[in-house]
C-alpha cells in the first residue's frame, strides 16, 4: 500500500524557518500531485500547497503565499514545504497526501493516501 | 476561493441509524466533491470522490449525491466505527478548500 512519511516539524519561533520532508513509496512518484494539508489543533483541515507529478506546476492558499514553497524530488520520492517568516497561526499538524488522479502536469484535485503528519508549532 | 458550509456541526445519533450530513458550496462547484472521514488521532480518509464514486475499500453504506451546490453524504446504517468527523472538499477551482466538518457522534 502507498506509504507517505512525513518528517521536519519541530518548534520554532515567529519569524524562523523549517523546511518539512515527504517520503514516499510503492506508488509511481512522478505520476501523481501531491499536495500539504495542514490542520490546527482542533481545527478542520486546511489545503496549502501542492505540485503537479513533473513538478512543473505548483499551487498555493493565499495564506501562504510568498512564505512557503512546495517542490519535489522525483529521483528520491521525496516532497517538500520550505516555509518561512512563520508565523503563530502556522502552527499546526502538516499532512502530506497523494492526488487520487494519474497525471504528471495535473494540478492538485482530491487525496487518496495521507501520511500521518508532521507537528509544526511556532511559538516564542 | 470557494466556501463550503457544513451542516449541522454535530449530529448526534445511535448505531443503526441513518445519517445525513449536508454540504453547500459559495459558488457552483459542478460534481467535483469530496467527502473525507477523520477519527481521533487519524489522518483523514478519503470516502467519495466525484459527489458520489466510493473510493477504494469503502463500504457500500456510504453514498454521496448532489451537484452544483448542495451536496450530502449519507450513511444508511450507522456502525460503532462511523462515529468520526467528516469534511466536505472541492477541487473545481483552486485553492482546493474544506467545509468545517459535521462531528457524528454517539446519542
Known amino acids: 500500500e502507498v506509504q507517505l512519511l512525513e518528517s521536519g516539524g519541530g518548534l520554532v519561533q515567529p519569524g524562523g524557518s523549517l523546511r518539512l520532508s515527504c517520503a514516499a513509496s510503492r506508488f509511481t512518484f512522478s505520476s501523481y500531485g501531491l499536495s500539504w494539508v495542514r490542520q490546527a489543533p482542533g481545527k478542520g483541515l486546511e489545503w496549502v500547497s501542492g505540485?503537479?507529478?513533473?513538478?512543473?506546476?505548483?499551487y498555493y492558499a493565499d495564506s501562504v503565499k510568498g512564505r512557503f514553497t512546495i517542490s519535489r524530488d522525483n529521483s528520491k520520492n521525496t516532497l517538500y514545504l520550505q516555509m518561512n517568516s512563520l508565523r503563530a497561526e502556522d502552527t499546526a499538524l502538516y499532512y502530506c497526501?497523494?492526488?487520487?488522479?494519474?497525471?504528471?502536469?495535473?494540478?492538485?484535485?482530491?487525496?487518496?493516501?495521507w501520511g500521518q503528519g508532521t507537528l509544526v508549532i511556532v511559538s516564542s | 476561493e470557494i466556501v463550503l458550509t457544513q451542516s449541522p456541526a454535530t449530529l448526534s445519533l445511535s448505531p443503526g441509524e441513518r445519517a445525513t450530513l449536508s454540504c453547500r458550496a459559495s459558488q457552483s462547484v459542478g460534481s467535483y466533491l469530496a467527502w473525507y472521514q477523520q477519527k481521533p488521532g487519524q489522518a483523514p480518509r478519503l470516502l467519495i470522490y466525484d459527489t458520489s464514486n466510493r473510493a477504494t475499500g469503502i463500504p457500500a453504506r456510504f453514498s454521496g449525491s448532489g451537484s452544483g451546490t448542495d451536496f450530502t453524504l449519507t450513511i444508511s446504517s450507522l456502525e460503532p466505527e462511523d462515529f468520526a468527523v467528516y469534511y466536505c472538499?472541492?477541487?473545481?477551482?483552486?485553492?482546493?478548500?474544506f467545509g468545517g466538518g459535521t462531528k457524528v457522534d454517539i446519542k
Open positions: 472538499q472541492q477541487r473545481s477551482n483552486w485553492p482546493l478548500t
Open positions: 497526501a497523494k492526488d487520487i488522479s494519474k497525471g504528471a502536469s495535473r494540478g492538485p484535485t482530491m487525496l487518496d493516501y
Open positions: 505540485i503537479t507529478g513533473s513538478g512543473s506546476g505548483t
